[in-house]
């Protein structure tokens, strides 16, 4: 098991900066990928950034140049956020993406946290 703990949202004008944290506890060691989604009210989870243990950072074109993604080996990921805008607002998720092993296969498998709230408003 994996458990993911978000904080660092909170209400921030527009063109304000904030930075979100995620802690990683448990089999911290079988990650092979963390972090971020977001869902605003009405609309389906989506990704913000994901940066794999291996290979490219992927960021939502939406926050390319704006967001920056960065990871603490594998007991927590943070999610930079700069020149916010109302369109930002949204809970976001801390994402892990692990791999196991049962009866001789492979598996993977994602864990989510609770969640942080950020609001961009004036």
Not at 33 to 38: A, I, T
Not at 88 to 116: H, I, Q
């Amino acid at each position: 098991q994996v458990y993911l703990v978000e904080s660092g949202g909170g209400l921030v004008q527009p063109g304000g900066s904030l930075t979100l944290s995620c802690a990683a506890s448990g089999s911290v060691s079988t990650i092979n990928l963390m972090g971020w989604y977001r869902q605003a009210p009405g609309k389906q989870r989506e990704l913000v950034a994901v940066m794999p243990n291996s290979g490219s950072t992927d960021y939502s074109d939406s926050v390319k140049g704006r967001f920056t993604v960065s990871r603490d080996t594998n007991t927590g990921v943070y999610l930079q956020m700069n020149s916010l805008k109302p369109e930002d607002t949204a809970v976001y998720y801390c994402n892990a993406e692990t791999l196991f092993s049962s009866g001789g296969r492979s598996y993977g498998k994602d864990y989510w946290g609770k969640g942080t709230q950020v609001t961009v408003s004036a």
